[in-house]
């Protein structure tokens, strides 16, 4: 039985004046997929993501997301959904525990919730001796694996994360994929943004968007046979080879 669909959006256009920013985009994700989000700097992604966040009206189109309706039901959305952003969304100045406890309070927790599931969270990350420390006297893969733990303590349907390994190490980054692959195969939906081509890979299903528009959209070795490519590298060079906006 198909899994599933907690994304499903069509023909969802974003345009600011006479500028096309997103362009009758058509997709679904299903429960539990890691969907990569892949395309160069203009071409959309993060105004596409903004949309689906329930953070930036369409134009036009249609779509839901965890079951609610982009136009609708936005502040629903947001409720049910993490976010993550290359700059981790952390506050240096508060400590681990405050970082916690303020983002499972926006994402509606109860304080008997926030105790239980953060009491979890340190034991299982080995956080405990880390729990009233600055977030700023931590280590950068410590951050980064704080930022997501605070992105998924509500346990969302649904976890945009936005480049979120922007910057750190290649162990770092092979650390935080464990992450992504653990709350995955726990039911949790994964839509991620990245520069790094080799990161595709490790997604279920990947689509590339050129110029406002996806122009593939397939398995990572569907892309590859399709584009008779021997990575995920050369598949994207191939498809956004004549893109107009971008670096």
Known sequence: MDKEIVISVKDLTKKFGYFTAVDRITLQVRRGEIFGFLGANGAGKTTAMRMLCG?????????????????????????HIGYMSQKFSLYENLTVWENLNLFATIYGM????????????????????????LVKEIPLGW????AFTAATLHAPD???????????????????????????????????????????????RVSIMVDGRIEALDSPEGLKRQYHAGTMDEVFRIVAKDAKRGD
């Open 158 to 204: 649904i976890v945009f994360l936005d480049e979120p390994t922007g910057g750190v190490d290649p162990s770092t980054r092979r650390k935080f994929w464990e992450m992504i692959y653990r709350a995955s195969s726990e039911g949790m939906t994964v839509f991620v943004t990245t520069h790094y081509l080799d990161e595709a890979e490790y997604c279920h």
């Open 110 to 133: 109860s304080s008997r919730k926030i105790k239980e599931k953060t009491g979890e969270v340190f034991k299982a990350l080995g956080m405990e001796d880390l729990r009233n420390v």
């Open 55 to 79: 953070l930036s009206y369409p134009t036009s189109g249609s779509g839901t997301v965890a079951g609610y309706d982009i136009l609708r039901q936005a502040e629903d959305i947001k409720r």
């Open 143 to 146: 951050k980064q694996k704080l």
